[in-house]
């Protein structure tokens, strides 16, 4: 039986239905335990980084690698046709598309991705557009919570930090709409989750509630997700006095339930202090590692009709 991500696009989380996130966290699951390193032999997969990345870009070119197939691409647009002669993205997607069998990229601009999927003959992957989605950030999330909780299902979820342009929030904030999960959400109020995504998990019946600080609700919880708060958007006064609601530390964990898991997409610059890293709460480079798994089960579903 054909597979149902066979062929297909992935440039919105919310394009994957509740089953083809469960058969993508399955599959995961599957090859972090059975490595699989011939599954992409001759295949040829572009990686195409208009916008800088260490984790997104590393870990889809080690899961290609590892299961067997080959890269190529670039990590800053500074050297292509597009922007040094002025190539239109679409043509430049054209072709790339005719020399490799997916390709997956960043772009700074909201929309891109979707726009590459237009014009491409062969399967695009979203690495993340501007401010808008990184589904396969989600997918890896979602793994990362299915094993260190055991389901996806009922579970209560903070999100800390700047919601407003944080794309991993939005989708898995979407993502997680699917499994019946409650929300707090944490930010100040320059930085809340935008309006369109609160309307979308009211219209879903999803339970989310806004509260000022993590101390609040922290015994709750089964995954506090922190995220930077962006210090660039505040002026030096304003940051320094919203800051400190938004920093996790090793003391704050005192109540938490043992199961408790801190996630962060990283890069993290000081929304959790270092004291945290040596708890049994800290699973952030767990989830950084996860990339390369749920990334491999993406490529694995996208590229093999029969998986
Ligand atoms: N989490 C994440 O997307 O990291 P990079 O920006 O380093 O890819």
Do not use: W
Not at 10 to 22: G, N, V
Not at 163 to 187: D, M, P, W
């Amino acid at each position: 039986m054909t597979n149902p991500l066979y062929n297909k696009h992935i440039i919105s989380i919310s394009d994957l239905s509740r089953d083809e996130l469960e058969l993508i966290v399955a599959t995961a699951h599957k090859l972090k335990r059975e490595p699989q390193p011939e599954l992409l032999r001759n295949k040829v997969v572009a990686s195409c980084f208009f916008e800088a990345s260490t984790r997104t870009r590393l870990s889809f070119e080690t899961a290609v690698q590892r299961l067997g197939g080959s890269v190529i691409g670039f990590d800053t647009a500074g050297n292509t046709s597009l922007a040094q002669k002025g190539e239109t993205l679409a043509d430049s997607v054209k072709v790339i598309s005719s020399y490799t069998d997916a390709f997956f990229m960043r772009h700074p601009k909201e929309g891109a991705a979707r726009l590459a999927s237009e014009f491409s003959a062969v399967p695009v992957i979203n690495g993340g557009d501007g401010s808008n989605q990184h589904p396969t950030q989600t997918l890896l999330d979602l793994y990362t919570i299915y094993e260190t909780q055991g389901t996806l299902e009922g579970l209560k979820v903070a999100f800390v930090g700047d919601l407003k342009y944080g794309r991993t929030v939005h989708s898995l904030a979407q993502a997680l709409s699917l499994f019946n999960c409650e929300f707090y959400f944490i930010s100040p109020d320059a930085l809340s989750m935008p309006e369109y995504l609160c309307e979308e998990l009211m219209d879903a019946g999803v339970k989310f509630t806004k509260v000022g600080t993590i101390e609040e609700v922290v015994a709750e919880l089964d995954i506090l997700y922190m995220t930077r708060v962006q210090k660039e958007r505040f002026d030096p006064t304003e940051y320094q006095h919203m800051k400190s609601n938004y920093v996790l530390s090793a003391s704050m964990l005192a109540e938490v339930k043992s199961t408790l898991k801190v996630l962060h997409p990283l890069p993290r610059v000081d929304e959790i202090t270092n004291d945290v890293d040596s708890t049994q709460h800290a699973y952030y480079f767990e989830q950084a590692e996860n990339g390369v798994y749920a990334r491999q089960a993406l490529l694995a579903l996208v590229l093999s009709e029969q998986l």
